[in-house]
Nanobody
């Protein structure tokens, strides 16, 4: 069982930045594909970015060039740096750990982009 706890969300102005963190209860990067997903009201949950256990990184087209996913293996923590935020980035953001060992989600954290 892996527990994931997100932090760092909140309110940002358009064009602003936020950094999300996801602290895991166990070693994750060598065993899981780690990702960030988001879900806006009335919409399906969508992949924002993920990083595989061999370091491959993929981003949704809507965030390429603005968001950066990274991890700190020593701290078992996943990050999402979000720059040039837009109102359409407003959503609940979820951390995810996926492998044959299981599929785990954080509780989600609200990100609101508004002036």
């Amino acid at each position: 069982q892996v527990q994931l706890v997100e932090s760092g969300g909140g309110l940002a102005q358009p064009g602003g930045s936020l950094r999300l963190s996801c602290a895991a209860s166990a070693s994750i990067f060598s065993r899981y594909v780690m990702g960030w997903y988001r879900q806006a009201p009335g919409m399906e949950r969508e992949l924002v970015a993920h990083i595989t256990n061999v370091g491959r990184i993929d981003y949704a087209d809507s965030v390429k060039g603005r968001f950066t996913i990274s991890g700190d293996n020593a701290k078992n923590t996943l990050y999402l740096r979000m720059n040039s935020l837009k109102p359409e980035d407003t959503a609940v953001y979820y951390c995810n750990a996926f492998s044959f060992l299981g599929n785990y989600w954080g509780q989600g954290i609200q990100v609101t982009v508004s002036s």
